[in-house]
């Protein structure tokens, strides 16, 4: 017959703070899309070069902005890499409401940083 072996835990993991500065705010409202010429114009007629530039350069595929969703999630995490205020909610509101709005505004959050 097979021995049955139990290990008890008998000591908690350490639990580690990680802190990671001050939050900011995005460097351009949303709607200053037009701050920038050329972003303004490659969002307006090729956003969808513009999209894979953005995911490029977040270390992601450049296939990722013709994924269903993947917009929000591409503003989400350069939000949480810049260490920038909001949340989820708030990119949805961005990138389903003001979407060239937004793909201009992480272009130029990317440039300035």
Do not use: H
Request: charged letters at 15%; proline letters at 4%.
């Amino acid at each position: 017959a097979m021995a049955i072996q139990s290990n008890v835990v008998t000591s908690q993991p350490t639990q580690y703070t990680v802190t990671t500065g001050r939050s900011s705010d995005w460097s351009t409202n949303v709607c200053d899309c037009c701050d920038d010429c050329g972003i303004c114009l490659c969002g307006a007629f090729i956003p969808c070069i513009l999209g894979c530039k953005v995911a490029q350069d977040n270390g992601d595929s450049c296939c990722l902005p013709f994924l269903p969703g993947a917009m929000i999630a591409l503003r989400t995490s350069i939000r949480s890499k810049y260490n920038i205020e909001g949340s989820v909610c708030d990119d949805w509101v961005v990138m389903a409401c003001l979407s060239l709005c937004g793909l201009c505004q992480m272009a130029t959050e990317q440039t300035m940083r």
